[in-house]
């Protein structure tokens, strides 16, 4: 269900969606936390949510790739799978995946107009819609478990809803500091905040956060295990487009395990994935086997439908598109990239939201010697790239704005030398006109 629909009944279904309140667009305004509004919707719909069970994950940084991988190897353990997953990068459907393949534009269609009414009458989010729509079709899909992806925080999200089989939390990071709180003490308790009593929780956590996630489990009765100190990785191998590692568990030994999202912070990521899978499996009583953890990782774009994880969209020169939105994040792809791509100039095609801290942005990009085209898009969240562009340039950030993304793509074809790299990054929504531009969308 894009912006734009052909059809009578398509178009007025993307009417009633898309007017909603969107953080996208408005950031903190749209922001509607509490359970008020998802617990009415769910209400409405029957209550889909208690259906099948759930593993829930939270996480500044990863928690979608984590979700992805869970969800595949469930898959491929012939698990029948529900993911949800927030924001899209083309269609909304792709917030609502059974094994992979997102729900049909027609249910999606007569599921928003025969729910018209209660959304007048509830006045929920875009997101808190998508939420309880996604545990719709899921329950009608009588999948065996849905993996769902926290929005923003924890505690108040409206996917905090569901009393999970499993609680995932993959990292604490700086970011939604206006929202979430300034330390990250504080946001750990925001991301804790989904954690459940007596459910058990897998972690990646670091230190600080380490310490505030393992105390609210404590408080709650919760098993706890965080990854870091319980999986060890024996000679990673990382490489531009996928890694290799083998993994121990206190389960078992997992030996070259080739991960299909690169770059080194994947590695923990596939860790925490296998072993919150490992945890399901105990408390479900539901076999899956290394030959299911090998095949999972190995085939996510595929089994789970992810998309924009560092995603190769030519070579020679080098064009990738990555979600990456806050300075962690974008670190990560620079230096993957310096370390792995034998790239020449790095060029970054990017917008960034208003909400997001800048300066340690344009420190990262100034470190990594990139130069940066400034673009911009549809949100009224972003920063102009004009903006953007000379906050960049107070950083000593050489930037040239090109307004939009495919003006920036015919700007590289013109100028790159073979060895030269451009990324699409900073924002979903680069991503997103990036794939539509240069592929048929999320996963090819």
């Known amino acids: 269900m894009k912006v734009a629909e052909s059809g009578t ?15 996208t667009d408005a950031g903190a305004v749209a922001y509607r936390p509490g359970l008020e509004r998802i617990r009415a919707l769910l209400e409405a719909m ?11 994950i939270a996480g500044t940084n990863g928690k979608g790739s984590v979700a992805s991988m869970v969800a595949s190897i ?5 698990i029948r799978t529900g993911l949800h997953t927030s924001p899209h990068l083309i269609d909304v459907t792709e917030r609502m995946r059974v094994d992979g393949i997102p729900a ?9 107009l025969a729910l018209r009414d209660r959304f007048g009458q509830i006045g929920p989010s875009f997101f808190e819609a998508t939420v309880a729509l996604s545990l719709k079709y899921f329950a009608e899909q009588d999948v065996e478990l849905g993996i769902v992806e926290v929005g923003l925080g924890g505690r108040l999200d409206a996917t905090n809803i569901v009393t999970p089989a499993l609680s995932v939390i993959t990292s604490v990071g700086l970011d939604h500091t206006d929202i979430l709180g300034e330390t990250v003490e504080e946001i750990a308790r925001e991301k804790a905040g989904i954690i459940k009593a007596k459910v058990p929780v897998v972690s990646a956590v670091h230190e600080v956060a380490d310490t505030e996630v393992r105390r609210i489990a404590q408080t709650l009765g919760a098993p706890y295990e965080n990854v870091r100190a319980a999986c060890g990785l024996v000679e990673p191998v990382i490489g531009l487009v996928r890694s290799r590692m083998t993994l121990r568990t206190p389960r078992d030994r997992y030996d070259e395990l080739f991960v299909a999202l690169p ?12 072993r919150a899978t490992e945890r399901y499996g105990e408390v479900s009583g539901i076999s899956i086997t290394s030959e299911d953890v090998r095949r999972g990782l190995r085939e996510v774009h595929s089994l789970s439908g992810v998309s924009g994880r560092f995603e190769v969209l030519a070579e020679k020169p080098l064009v990738v598109a990555d979600v990456a939105h806050n300075h962690e994040g974008i670190a990560a792809l620079l230096e993957h990239v310096r370390e792995h791509g034998d790239v020449g ?3 970054v095609c990017m917008a960034m939201m208003r909400d997001k801290k800048i300066d340690d942005v344009a420190a990262v990009l100034g470190a990594a010697r990139a130069q940066v ?12 790239g004009l903006r953007l562009g000379r906050v960049l340039k107070q950083h000593g950030v050489r930037v040239d704005n090109l307004e939009s993304v495919e003006n920036a793509f015919g700007w590289f074809r013109r100028n790159a030398e073979s060895n030269d790299a451009l990324l699409f ?19 090819n």
């Not at 469930?74 to 012939?78: H, L």
Request: no cysteine.
């Open 9 to 23: 009944r398509s178009a007025e279904a993307a009417r009633v969606l898309l007017g909603l309140p969107r953080f």
């Open 104 to 112: 049909p534009e027609h249910w999606l269609t007569d599921n928003v």
């Open 263 to 274: 770059m080194k912070h994947q590695l923990w990521n596939a860790a925490l994935a296998v």
């Open 46 to 56: 029957g209550q889909p949510h208690t259906r099948f069970p759930i593993v829930h």
């Open 425 to 443: 990054t900073g924002s979903h929504l680069v991503v997103a006109e990036a794939l539509a531009l240069l592929t048929d969308g999320p996963g």
């Open 373 to 384: 085209l400034t673009v911009d898009v549809a949100s009224q969240r972003a920063l102009p």
């Open 345 to 347: 100039r790095l060029i």
């Open 74 to 78: 469930a898959t491929a353990a012939g």
